[in-house]
């Protein structure tokens, strides 16, 4: 089992920045591909980035290449997503998620554990 808190969002105005956690415990948080996904109201939950269990391979929706820059430091078990340029459209619900595999990192299906996400706002 792996358990994971998320933290970090709020209110920002359009442009600035934020930096999300995923802190984990459980077992063996360093043998898994990380991932963060994120549903605005209304929507369907959509991939954002993801990680490799060593950090080596990283992964990013187009609508957010370019802005935000994900992480991961095994030795205190957790996650990071470095937001940037923030806009109103990326305004939603931020999760993370762990997967054992690390075959298909932009399908939700695959992720084993989630976290119970938390909100940014971005403000226009």
């Known amino acids: 089992q792996v358990q994971l808190v998320e933290s970090g969002g709020g209110l920002v105005q359009a442009g600035g920045s934020l930096r999300l956690s995923c802190a984990a415990s459980g077992r063996a948080f360093s043998t898994y591909l990380m991932g963060w996904f994120r549903q605005a109201p209304g929507k369907e939950r959509e991939f954002v980035a993801a990680?490799?269990?060593?950090?080596?391979?990283?992964y990013y929706a187009d609508s957010v290449k370019g802005r935000f820059t994900i992480s991961r430091d095994n030795a205190k078990n957790t996650v990071y997503l470095q937001m940037n340029s923030l806009k109103p459209e990326d305004t939603a619900i931020y999760y993370c998620a762990a997967d054992s595999r690390g075959i298909q990192v932009t399908m939700r299906g695959v992720y084993d554990y989630w976290g119970q996400g938390t909100q940014v706002t971005v403000s226009s």
């Open positions: 990680i490799s269990w060593r950090g080596n391979s990283l």
